[in-house]
């Protein structure tokens, strides 16, 4: 891939290196799908932004609360596999108290980023201004961009939108897939999803969301962060084998879902490049399910709380720089 600084995007996976190695050391003693630092993290080209400089691992200094955005069909599948237990992880350990923003799965974007400005107005009585970090995973970064295009009100709440395998610029599979195929995981056992507005598959096909990134400036006084996915080949499980495949005609690097240049918001600051396919970032399958750990997702194991902590802390720090350099203290 380009240079990130060619295309607007700032490069800073060296200071996340930092603090996801430190954050994964730390945690490593009772962490499910513990994995060294350097495995976790997929290595390309030079990783600028390393300062070598302590990392805090104490309580949240600015106050931020996770919002986790979910991809599509997420409620579906969420007590199946238990989606709805993630913030645990942050709220436990970390200092950084989460909740997932819940949205339609099956729906299309426009639709979930009302959702996404009715949710936060409503939690407006206890989000001090600028305090939520808005984590939109797979579909849930092109929701919520729309959310914060659409909903000028909703921003004073969010200090910053990070992406993590979003699928920013939508994924060439949703032009070979059907709403049809997308309803029946209402039949998955304990699914807990209606059918939406049968747009779900559409929103995420790459002329739409390219045309939507083209008509629609973000906005700029909020800063956004891209989580990519890009596994190595011998971490990708086996129920995303044939889609990886596919994607491969275009670019071999995907994570199985979504190629890797089309996980970036333009103009974003580049986290990092995770070792993990579109799963095993954000659905941890395995945990609830080990047969299938064993045969289907059998590379679904991954430290993704001690990622996620690791991002907010990154985050949290970012944004202390910026202010710094702001003048804002």
């Known amino acids: ?72 069909g997420w409620d579906c599948f969420g007590n199946w596999i ?9 709220d436990e350990r970390s ?4 909740f997932v923003l819940e949205v339609d799965g099956l729906s299309g974007s426009t639709n979930n980023a009302r959702q996404i400005r009715e949710r936060i107005l409503a939690d407006a009585d206890r989000l001090a201004n600028r305090s939520l970090v808005l984590i939109g995973y797979s579909k849930g970064a092109p929701d919520s961009l729309e959310a914060l295009v659409a909903y000028p009100e909703i921003r004073r709440y969010v200090a910053a939108m990070v992406s993590v395998a979003g699928a920013i610029g939508g994924s060439p599979l949703a032009n070979i897939a059907t709403e049809g195929q997308l309803d029946l995981l209402r039949h998955v056992p304990d699914a807990n999803c209606t059918r939406g507005d049968d747009q779900g598959i559409e929103s995420l096909q790459p002329a739409v969301r390219r045309a939507w990134l083209a008509e629609h400036p973000l906005p700029q006084d909020i800063p956004y962060y891209s989580v990519v996915s890009l596994p190595t080949e011998d ?9 990886h495949r596919r994607l491969a005609r275009i670019d071999p690097r995907n994570d199985g879902q979504l190629i890797a240049w089309d996980q970036i918001i333009p103009g974003s600051t580049l986290v990092a490049y995770l070792n993990a396919d579109h799963w095993a970032v954000a659905v941890p399958i395995a945990e609830s399910h080990p047969f299938l750990g064993r045969t289907f997702v059998n590379h679904n194991d991954y430290p993704w709380r001690a990622i996620l902590e690791a991002i907010l802390r990154f985050v949290e720090e970012d944004l202390e720089r910026r202010d710094a350099l702001s003048g804002n203290r």
Do not use: N, W
Request: proline share 10%; aromatic share 4%.
């Open 235 to 243: 971490r990708i499980s086996a129920i995303l084998r044939g889609p």
């Open 95 to 98: 200092g950084f108290p989460g």
């Open 1 to 72: 891939m380009a240079p990130a600084a060619s295309v607007g995007v700032h490069d800073r996976r060296g200071r996340f290196r930092e603090i996801a190695c430190a954050v994964i050391d730390a945690r490593a003693a009772d962490q499910p799908g513990y994995q060294p630092c350097r495995e976790a993290l997929t290595g390309i080209g030079e990783e600028p932004g390393a300062t070598g400089a302590a990392v805090d691992l104490g309580p949240s200094r600015r106050g931020l609360v996770a919002a986790l955005v979910p991809g599509i």
């Open 82 to 90: 238990g989606f709805r237990q993630l913030p645990d992880a942050l």
